[in-house]
């Protein structure tokens, strides 16, 4: 196999985060239906300096290494279920890998239906090889190289656990765009609606219209950052909400921020970006 070498996103939605020092790479072509990106965060802070991101739920999840704290990275499993924060003290020398809704079932073997809370350590995910990743990453240096440790080790995850582009990867993109109730899609498929339903469950972590519900908000909250003079309204109608008051209602359910708060919230952070 010839090696890939992990390809740098440009990063213009996320020039908030640029006082973090962050960075995203492209996977391996292979492993793309099951990983949306590697992130890096990568920063000297003064010890007693706290940074802080706001992180909302959109039916993915992340496998964090934290680089700062020991000889070995400390490695934590996370799956957001509601809106939290993303706590950064003293230096700051981190790799993520983002999963698209349903990746980490594939890669990892994690049933997201069993999860109990949001965060988990590496040893509670019961991943026979995680440690040799650790000790391979601790002896890497550069960023390239352990960019492709990670990608070199998923590679081998996702032969383990024979990973599928299956029915959730496939359904997702129709998913996210359609205006037909989630019942109509699904007379469409070879599964009932429950069956449907429990398959999202175990997969993702959440009911086929609740990723729908998420995306679109995902979408909204990517507008409203992208187009801050653009009308609420018009803003509201292209992330899919034809009713202004349930976009306002689900919005500020998920964020705890009206749109026009999280508007003024973005705004803020534009022209002071170390605010969190």
């Known amino acids: 196999m010839v090696p890939y070498h992990p390809q740098s ?4 939605p996320f020039n908030s985060l640029q006082h973090l020092g962050f960075q995203r790479f492209m996977p391996h072509p ?3 239906p099951w990983v949306q ?5 990568q920063r000297d802070q003064p010890s007693n300096q706290s940074l802080s991101e706001t992180v909302y739920p959109d039916a993915g999840s992340s496998l964090g290494l934290d680089f700062a704290g020991s000889e070995l990275p400390d490695i934590r499993f996370n799956a957001t279920k509601t809106a939290g924060k993303m706590v950064f003290t003293g230096s700051i020398h981190r790799i993520g890998i983002r999963f698209h809704p349903g990746g980490a079932f594939q890669l990892l073997g994690v049933e997201m239906s069993a999860l109990d809370q949001d965060e988990f350590s590496a040893d509670a995910l019961a991943l026979p090889d995680i440690e040799q990743l650790q000790y391979q990453l601790a002896e890497a240096s550069e960023i390239s190289r352990r960019l492709t440790l990670i990608d070199t080790w998923l590679l081998k995850r996702a032969n383990i656990t024979q990973a599928a582009n299956g029915l959730v990867q496939q359904l997702l993109p129709r998913l996210m765009l359609a205006q037909e109730p989630i019942a109509d899609l699904s007379s469409q498929l070879p599964i009932s609606l429950r069956q449907l339903e429990r398959k999202f469950q175990v997969e993702v972590g959440f009911s086929p219209a609740q990723v729908k519900q ?3 908000i ?5 507008l409203i950052s ?3 003079d653009q009308p609420l ?3 509201g109608l292209d992330a899919g909400f034809y009713d202004q008051a349930h976009f306002i209602r689900q919005f500020q359910k998920l964020t705890k921020l009206t749109p026009n708060q999280y508007r003024l919230k973005k705004m803020s952070q534009k022209y002071n970006p170390m605010s969190s």
């Open 9 to 12: 996103i440009a990063n213009a």
């Open 218 to 222: 995902k979408l909204a909250r990517a």
């Open 226 to 228: 992208q187009r801050p």
């Open 233 to 235: 309204v018009q803003i």
């Open 30 to 32: 292979r492993l793309r």
């Open 214 to 216: 998420l995306h679109r």
């Open 37 to 41: 990106c590697y992130w890096i965060a």
